[in-house]
């Protein structure tokens, strides 16, 4: 199953920037922005973004961090990860790793920030689970991580494309996320604030430890 989503993510890898602009309302960057505002990064910090995609986010957070920080970019899909690599200039302060989510290749309490745009939901089963202990384990104490998803859409049409996404992580994990994401949350982390993004369709997930 693993191999199949790997091979599926490095076809989507071709058409995945604009199907998220698309989705997301978000063809001007703003989600971008708004996300690596919240964060909370100083110049010379280090920041993970997880399931990173073509890496879309990553040199807006290495304008928080700027030259003395760190960025890496973390996925599980080569094709993925090859699509960033085009974005990235040589000699630069960003890294792209291939790394499991559920096994990320990190020492303890080594990152300032973790992001995670529009990917979090796409995590099946158990690896959500421990994908959250994982990143606990690598955050500083006190430090956040940001999930931003895709919030319950308004249009019928594509809420149920939204629930049928969910439904992709199997039933009971669905109904866990729609009916007890803070609570999920708040198992691995002592606060959890949601807030609203600038074009509505999304929300941003502020988890502390």
Same mark, same amino acid.
């Given at each position: 199953m693993k191999r199949f989503r790997q091979r599926y993510y490095d076809f989507f890898s071709h058409i995945y920037d604009r199907f998220v602009a698309l989705?997301?309302?978000?063809?001007?960057a703003r989600l971008r922005y708004f996300l690596a505002d919240k964060t909370g $990064?100083?110049?010379? #910090?280090? &920041?993970? @973004?997880?399931? =990173?995609?073509?890496?879309?986010?990553?040199?807006?957070?290495r304008e928080k961090v700027q030259g003395e920080g760190l960025v890496a970019g973390a996925d599980f899909s080569i094709g993925m990860l090859r699509?960033?690599?085009?974005?990235?200039?040589?000699?630069?302060?960003?890294?792209?790793?291939?790394?499991?989510?559920?096994? $990320?290749?990190?020492? #303890?309490? &080594?990152? @300032?920030?973790? =992001?995670?745009?529009?990917a979090f939901y796409e995590l099946k089963g158990e690896t959500q689970n421990r994908c959250l202990q994982?990143?606990?384990?690598?955050?500083?104490?006190?430090?956040?991580f940001l999930m931003m998803e895709h919030d319950v859409p308004k249009s019928f049409l594509v809420r149920m494309l939204f629930?049928?996404?969910?439904?992709?992580?199997?039933?009971?994990?669905?109904?866990?996320?729609?009916?007890?994401?803070r609570e999920?949350?708040?198992?691995?982390?002592?606060?959890?604030?949601?807030?609203?993004?600038?074009?509505?369709?999304?929300?941003?997930?502020?988890?502390?430890?």
């Open positions: 989705h997301s309302a978000d063809r001007g $990064l100083c110049r010379g #910090d280090k &920041v993970l @973004d997880i399931c =990173t995609g073509t890496g879309t986010l990553l040199h807006y957070l699509a960033g690599k085009s974005k990235i200039p040589d000699h630069d302060t960003i890294f792209l790793v291939m790394a499991d989510v559920a096994c $990320l290749p990190f020492r #303890d309490v &080594v990152f @300032d920030a973790v =992001t995670c745009s529009h994982e990143i606990g384990r690598i955050l500083k104490s006190g430090r956040p629930y049928l996404r969910l439904v992709s992580m199997g039933p009971h994990k669905a109904r866990e996320i729609v009916r007890h994401e999920l949350l708040l198992r691995y982390f002592r606060s959890v604030e949601k807030i609203p993004t600038p074009t509505g369709r999304s929300k941003v997930m502020i988890c502390k430890g």
